[in-house]
């Protein structure tokens, strides 16, 4: 199954937009496990098993793992997942952009090494550093295109005086993205939730790609406002939440808190599509 495939499958059998980010910081966890990096794998497992039903995408961010020498632990979380949710896509959380043999490193490193489905990727050394990535059958690639940090503004909302419009940085991504990048038809675009009003813009670009829209919850964006500007018949979203779901409790009943967190938001979503 493609990327598209598996998360049209998941989005319907968990009735569930959302995506439940994996961005272990030890120091945060609940009192049994709390500061032990070795405990990262025990946490985010947990953490998948009490939310699998409820999620229609996974989302690693492997930083939180190579920081405390756990890329062993991802490997194995990886594992855990094809093995106990083996109907939700797990998205990669890179953000990788390089060109030429280190792109296929990179992308060997993603979909080899660690079996994602899907990879974050920086699109600005221009498409020789994304197509090493489309060259996986039925793999996808998200590029980061409005994110929701306030330096976004230094760069992607800067007009391109020599492209014919004058579009902004962020709007030629999506239309390149949803035009001649989209090789392999698995394109996706990163859109920060605390934009709505740019969200709505992506998608009347790229009116069929999937967004994946970090933050909301601890970031403060709007999920309501979120889905009615990004969701539409053809164009699926992904709305990433993390913290307020992996640290929903500090105690030993943090994955049940964990669950209740994630059917929450689940739930409010879902709700504002009407």
């Known amino acids: 199954m493609t990327f598209i495939d598996m998360l049209r499958d998941a989005t319907?059998?968990?009735?569930?937009?959302?995506?439940?980010?994996?961005?272990?910081?030890?120091?945060?966890?609940?009192?049994?496990?709390?500061?032990?990096?070795?405990?990262?794998?025990?946490?985010?497992?947990?953490?998948?098993?009490?939310?699998?039903?409820?999620?229609?995408a996974f989302k690693p961010q492997i930083a939180y793992f190579a920081a405390h020498r756990a890329e062993d632990q991802l490997e194995r979380l990886m594992q855990h997942m094809r093995a106990n949710a083996p109907?939700?896509?797990?998205i990669l959380d890179a953000k990788r952009g390089d060109i030429g043999s280190t792109a296929e490193?990179?992308?060997?490193?993603?979909?080899e090494r660690y079996g994602a489905d899907s990879v974050t990727l920086s699109p600005f050394m221009g498409f020789d550093s994304i197509s090493p990535y489309l060259a996986y059958h039925g793999k996808s690639a998200f590029l980061l295109c409005r994110t929701s940090?306030?330096?976004?503004?230094?760069?992607?909302?800067?007009?391109?005086?020599?492209?014919?419009?004058?579009?902004?940085?962020?709007?030629h991504i999506a239309a390149l993205s949803q035009g001649p990048w989209n090789t392999n038809g698995q394109l996706g675009l990163v859109v920060g939730a605390t934009r709505p009003q740019e969200i709505e813009?992506?998608?009347?670009?790229a009116?069929?790609?999937?967004?994946?829209?970090?933050?909301v919850g601890a970031q403060g964006g709007d999920a309501v406002a979120t889905v009615r500007a990004g969701l539409r018949e053809n164009g699926p979203i992904i709305v990433n939440s993390s913290r307020a779901i992996l640290y929903a409790s500090q105690g030993d009943d943090f994955a049940a808190a964990a669950r209740a967190a994630a059917l929450a938001t689940r739930d409010t979503l879902n709700a504002a599509r009407a």
Do not use: W
Request: glycine share 6%; aromatic share 6%.
């Open 12 to 56: 319907t059998q968990n009735a569930s937009m959302l995506c439940v980010g994996l961005d272990p910081e030890p120091t945060r966890f609940p009192a049994p496990l709390q500061g032990s990096a070795h405990k990262i794998y025990d946490f985010c497992a947990a953490i998948v098993d009490a939310t699998a039903d409820l999620a229609c």
């Open 87 to 90: 109907h939700v896509p797990v």
């Open 105 to 111: 490193q990179y992308a060997k490193e993603a979909f």
């Open 149 to 171: 940090n306030p330096g976004g503004d230094d760069l992607q909302a800067r007009a391109l005086a020599d492209v014919p419009g004058q579009p902004r940085m962020f709007e």
């Open 201 to 205: 813009r992506v998608r009347e670009l």
């Open 207 to 215: 009116p069929t790609l999937p967004l994946l829209i970090p933050g």
